[in-house]
């Protein structure tokens, strides 16, 4: 999302809540207000991207993202330059793990003489011990320490958490660690972790993490399209017979807003509501930091690191997103993950205007090729532009999560930000599209375009009619949806290999133009053209290769 910078509420007190990643910062964040999705925004004009909501009536809270030790990247760098200008903070450390963790903690974050409130979470994981160590920190720090378990936060707790911050005294400095009572917890040991067989297992499980919900929303969308034709689509042709020409198709044409921009929604909205849940599901269960833990070795062979295979997760719900969280990132692999992002990570705007496009064809089969070759191009890609990617240095420290049983109230609550996304930012955007290309339409500049593509279409042996989905896919990936004029007519008189070739320029071609924008606005103009020219070469590429070699069919 693109957001304005964060407008702090004068008079109030700011508390940031600070932790190394998967300490459970962000479900402390849910439950000390109230489960409110709260406001994404930048923070203080920065380019990090905090979520802040209300506290008490004189306490705001401002959730910024997770800290890792000794890290370079854009996050841990400029959450750190602003930590110091909050009024409090609230340190988030895994009760598991505080023996190691809060030393360390201390030290990057540097909050001496701040006010704060140290909590230690994972409460119910740990033993009785937990409760003496608390006592014996309050004792070493001079501030409160409360332990909680985050997914099941008492009203007790959060008045306790209150009154420990309007409490609160400076954190004491100088005074040597104690040597702390209680040992760390390990976490389930699983066979993610095995040497041989967990890179493949965390390979299959990321797979069915998005085949799963791909196939289910296809059957959806399935039937509710003929619903959606005989309920509302076709009795608004009937009514609007009589409307002037134009009219006609803006609403009702090959790209009209009802008849095509209905159709978009039904075909998208299931992909990127399964897909949200499934991402929710795997990182409220602890999986995906096993999953990237796991997949760490294969990916510093393309230049980057487990820990960058997140943004890119991200980025098949949206890329915009995706190039948000990148801000984790080394800064040695931001590029080459930002990179990849724009390639390879198919949004759920993209995988359903594919299915829509292949299924219209008679030809869904083959989603799976796509995909595959999508996959490999884009490690490729990687590798091909990234050649200063090797020898990247090894985490100072890296902890590995519990897997736990996702809680319907945390996964409901990334839910809701995905569909609320999609709904104010997607769909207008796409709805837009289809008024744009509705009156281009009417005046013949689309088929102004086609001719002057057709030179060009004929290396990739595609029709000049084609342009039209090729052209609004840089505007956005879903643009490819237009494709479906007259019912799909056009995809369906091509050839399979044709049809391939495509849908694969049109959507690897360019990054959607909002992503475009964000890279510009994130790395700079210079970057931005650079990972566009650079994909653009390898889309090209690869799309003249498949269709020399499926000439023959």
């Given amino acids: 999302m693109l957001n304005a910078a964060a407008q702090l509420a004068p008079g109030k007190q700011h508390v940031v809540l600070i932790g190394f990643e998967s300490s459970g910062k962000s479900s402390l964040f849910r439950g000390l207000t109230g489960e409110a999705t709260g406001e994404e925004a930048n923070f203080k004009g920065s380019t990090v991207m905090s979520r802040q909501a209300r506290f008490t009536e004189d306490m705001d809270l401002i959730d910024l993202p997770g800290m890792r030790l000794k890290d370079d990247s854009l996050t841990t760098r400029i959450a750190m330059q602003h930590l110091s200008e909050s009024d409090r903070v609230l340190l988030v450390v895994r009760g598991t793990h505080a023996s190691e963790e809060l030393p360390r903690l201390l030290e990057a974050a540097q909050v001496e003489s701040k006010p704060g409130v140290l909590v230690l979470t994972f409460e119910d994981k740990t033993t009785t011990q937990l409760y003496q160590l608390a006592e014996q920190l309050k004792d070493w720090l001079g501030i409160p320490v409360i332990t909680v378990d985050t997914r099941h936060l008492s009203e007790g707790k959060i008045r306790q958490i209150q009154a420990g911050l309007r409490l609160s005294r400076p954190i004491r400095q100088g005074a040597a660690a104690p040597d702390m009572v209680m040992e760390a917890v390990k976490p389930q040991e699983t066979w993610f972790e095995h040497a041989v067989w967990g890179r493949w297992l965390s390979l299959c499980t990321l797979l069915l993490m998005f085949a799963l919900p791909v196939v289910l929303a296809y059957l959806i969308s399935g039937w509710l399209q003929p619903l959606l034709d005989s309920a509302i689509i076709d009795p608004v042709k009937q009514g609007l017979q009589a409307a002037p020409a134009f009219i006609q198709s803006l609403l009702i044409g090959d790209y009209g807003l009802i008849s095509l921009g209905l159709y978009s ?289």
Avoid at 297 to 316: A, E, H, N
Avoid at 421 to 446: D, E, K, R
């Fill in 265 to 553: 929604f039904v075909w998208a909205f299931p992909v990127v509501l399964l897909l949200g849940f499934s991402l929710a599901v795997v990182e409220e269960s602890g999986l995906k930091d096993r999953i990237t833990d796991s997949l760490d070795g294969w990916l510093r062979k393309i230049g980057l690191t487990g820990r960058d295979l997140i943004p890119v997760i991200s980025g098949f719900g949206c890329n915009v997103v995706a190039v948000f969280q990148s801000r984790t990132c080394s800064s040695c692999t931001r590029q080459a993950c930002v990179s990849l992002i724009a390639f390879g990570s198919a949004c759920s705007y993209q995988i359903g205007a594919s299915l829509s496009i292949f299924s219209s064809a008679g030809r869904l089969w083959l989603f799976v090729p796509y995909l595959a070759v999508l996959f490999i191009a884009g490690a490729v890609h990687t590798r091909i532009w990234n050649r200063h990617g090797h020898n990247l240095p090894l985490p100072a420290y890296e902890a590995k999560t519990f897997l736990q049983v996702p809680s319907g109230k945390a996964v409901s609550w990334r839910l809701r930000s995905v569909i609320k996304q999609f709904l104010t930012q997607a769909m207008p955007i796409f709805l837009l599209i289809c008024l744009v290309a509705a009156s281009l339409n009417y005046w013949g500049v689309l088929n102004k375009l086609s001719e002057w593509a057709a030179p060009a279409l004929q290396i990739f042996r595609l029709p000049e009619e084609a342009s039209n989905g090729i052209l609004f896919s840089v505007l956005r990936k879903d643009g490819l949806l237009t494709l479906n004029q007259d019912g799909g007519a056009l995809v369906a008189s091509l050839q399979t290999s044709q049809l391939f070739v495509l849908v694969f320029l049109a959507s690897t071609l360019t990054a959607c133009l909002v992503t475009l924008w964000t890279i510009r606005k994130e790395m700079g103009i210079r970057t931005a053209a650079s990972i566009a020219g650079k994909q653009l070469l390898t889309s090209v590429c690869v799309s003249m290769l498949i269709a020399w070699l499926t000439a023959w069919h």
